[in-house]
Nanobody
Framework: QVQLVESGGDSVQAGGSLRLSCAAA????????MGWFREVPGKEREGVAI???????SYRDSVKGRFTISRDNVNNTLYLQMNNLKSEDAAMYYC??????????????????WGQGTRVTISS
């Protein structure tokens, strides 16, 4: 059974940094596409960053140059380093996993497995 557990969410000042972690269990982590998403009340969930099994990453435009997604295939952990945080980054952040290659249906990446989320709050 695939299990994803996020941690690292906190309240930080604008301009600050956080590192989110996602501990994965129950499957062969290295063979999965992994991603970070975020959601705020009243808005659709949005993809933040994706990383494939080979470590190739892609980001939404608004976080490029500020966020870095990475994966540790030995310790089965996904990370999201977030720097220069802005008020619009405040959200519940979720980690997601999909077996095999990263793939899209239409314009959206497909992910089957999701964690419970970790909250990021930004204060000015």
């Amino acid at each position: 059974q695939v299990q994803l557990v996020e941690s690292g969410g906190d309240s930080v000042q604008a301009g600050g940094s956080l590192r989110l972690s996602c501990a994965a269990a129950g499957y062969i982590y290295s063979g999965y596409c992994m991603g970070w998403f975020r959601e705020v009340p009243g808005k659709e969930r949005e993809g933040v960053a994706i990383i494939d099994s080979g470590g190739i990453a892609s980001y939404r435009d608004s976080v490029k140059g500020r966020f870095t997604i990475s994966r540790d295939n030995v310790n089965n952990t996904l990370y999201l380093q977030m720097n220069n945080l802005k008020s619009e980054d405040a959200a519940m952040y979720y980690c997601a996993a999909e077996k095999g290659a990263c793939r899209k249906e239409g314009s959206e990446y497909v992910f089957t497995y999701w964690g419970q989320g970790t909250r990021v709050t930004i204060s000015s």
